[in-house]
């Protein structure tokens, strides 16, 4: 099986060859995961929706495991300010929305937003198409292990705001955890780490890696941060 994951014109495979050991339950955990397990927000039935994808990168920093996170400009009109995963809406030339096309645009977008260089990037695995009922995307979220580090940062601005990592050690530390409540009254997982609150979609699918993948720690699902009404 190739490492290759070149977005320009090759093509993005999936191998699971020399990953780190501590890769293992996330790798058990994306072959057992139901989309329900995930979300309650599926992709509409109908076909509706604009296909997307994230790229959930797994690196090995100075504090160990990490996810590559970016913050989103504070300008833009949907999701402003938040932090998220590299991502986007798939191309046409990205290919087969039911194919590779996830693959390619999870790598596209993640070299236009972060100047990550894909070629770096072993993809290993992919999650069930989830939506976003906010924004109408169809999003398939593809893990990668960041096998050749490469230095990331803002390349527009206009679109991103900062790019960072987090150690998966303060992902799971409970004092880092809590609920986030929306002004509409809906609750879900949220992440206080890097100086940023962490919620929402992106929050959503690390809350289910770590607990599938068993790294899950015991934290207080009581303790609420609002979120202000333009989130």
């Known amino acids: 099986m190739t490492h ?3 977005t320009r014109g090759g093509s993005a ?10 890769l293992d339950p996330v790798v058990s955990a994306v072959e057992t995961v139901e989309p329900l397990q995930l979300s309650r927000f599926l992709p509409p039935e109908n076909g509706a929706g604009r296909e997307s994808a994230v790229l959930v ?13 970016m913050e989103r400009a504070g300008s833009l009109r949907s999701h402003a300010g938040q932090p998220s995963f590299p991502g986007g809406s798939l191309d046409p030339e990205d290919g087969d ?13 993640a070299e236009e937003e972060t100047g990550l260089d894909p070629s770096g990037v072993q993809l290993f695995g992919v999650l069930p198409k989830l939506y976003i009922p906010v924004s109408g995307f169809v999003v398939t979220p593809v893990l990668g292990w960041w096998r050749v580090p490469t230095p990331v940062g803002v390349v527009d601005p206009n679109e991103t705001a ?7 050690a303060d992902l799971t530390d409970p004092a880092n955890r809590a609920t986030a409540v929306h002004p509409r009254g809906h609750a879900g997982p949220a992440f206080l780490v890097e100086s940023a609150l962490v919620w929402g979609f992106t929050a959503g699918i690390i809350d289910r890696l770590l607990h599938y993948a068993g790294w899950e720690r ?8 609002p979120l202000d009404w333009r989130s």
């Open 162 to 168: 900062r790019v960072f990592t987090v150690p998966v």
């Open 97 to 109: 929305p039911s194919g590779d096309g996830p693959l390619r645009a999870a790598l596209r977008e």
């Open 13 to 22: 495979t999936l191998s699971r060859d020399g990953l780190p050991e501590w």
């Open 57 to 69: 990168l797994f690196g090995e920093g100075e504090h160990g495991p990490e996810l590559l996170l």
């Open 218 to 225: 015991p934290w207080d699902r009581e303790k609420q941060v």
């Open 4 to 6: 290759t994951s070149d």
